[in-house]
């Protein structure tokens, strides 16, 4: 069957339907795994004298410590998603305890981030680099261009780009403008937020008054800075390729933007079970509902049925200096794009 002919709905019939279950066993066990991992980390730094600062086996612990700050915020993602509990209550408490470690907001995330699901690849309206994103001939504010030349042509985009996500998110209202959310969710949305600053400044403070300044970014600013350089890696890396589609908000046609503008990026087999295989994302934009234990088993099943459709990439620097460089839209057809080399 040609890719032109597939819809969204076969590719989701062909994945088994315990993948779309849930299991609370295995959710809960993960949220102390992953807690354990980062509480793991932060007493192996603590251990390392400061003489040491520049020692091998710091840099590792401080690259490993990152990792676990993401592998934290993932299991958010399955909270924001609602697949980690049947339950909303529960998705809700154990979100925000893992995203305020890194002063994130939930609902504000959830809001946006199901924004990017609904609109994924389309220009002016996914919250994410594609908002940005100038069509062939089409008139442009230069900060816009620069936004986009460095933001998503540079390596500046993946060491600012999860700040500058959460101080979008943080200010929805108007960095976000085309998410229009009903006065009453706007209002709880930016008071979870505020609550999450709060107990996010908190726990700062207490933290940074118990180890001291330089403790304090070795433990925490810099494996902060680590985990979240990697998630916007991960989240560049999962729509940004050569040849990934790219459309306009009145484009009705959406498996060339969801299906095969989606990437499974592959990494080390011990890195992807540190962030809980978030980077096996095709499923993930199949379907919400598959929670992370589910990702890898749902690839399978796709890869079987339909090989051409998925596409993975083994990552490389050399992939990495690849996705840099299409910043630029080529025209396929009214209202279709699809990204190139600048």
Partial sequence: MGQQSLTIKQLKE????ECYELRPMLSWLTFLRTYLLVFLFQ???WLVPLEFVFAPQLVVFIFLAGLSFVGIFVLGHDCG???FS???WVNDVVGTLCHFPIMNGLFAWRAAHDFHHRHTQVRKMDPDWPELLVAPRELAPWHQRLAVRLGVGTP?????GFWVGMLKRAFFFLAIPQMRLNNGRALGVFAHTVLSLALSIALLVFYYGLLGQEKFLLMYVAPALVGTTLGALLTFLHHTHKGSFVCDVNHTENFRTQVLGTFNVRFPAWMEWMWLDI????????STRIAWYQLK???RALSLAYPGVVQDKKFSFEMLRECWR?????????GLYRLRER
């Fill in 297 to 299: 088993p749902a690839h």
């Fill in 81 to 83: 998603h609602y697949s």
């Fill in 279 to 286: 980077n096996i994302h095709l499923p993930h934009h199949l």
């Fill in 86 to 88: 049947e339950k909303k």
């Fill in 326 to 334: 299409v910043t630029k839209l080529e025209k396929i057809e009214e």
């Fill in 156 to 160: 500046i985009g993946i060491f600012v």
């Fill in 14 to 17: 062909v994945i088994p339907s």
């Fill in 43 to 45: 007493f192996l730094l």
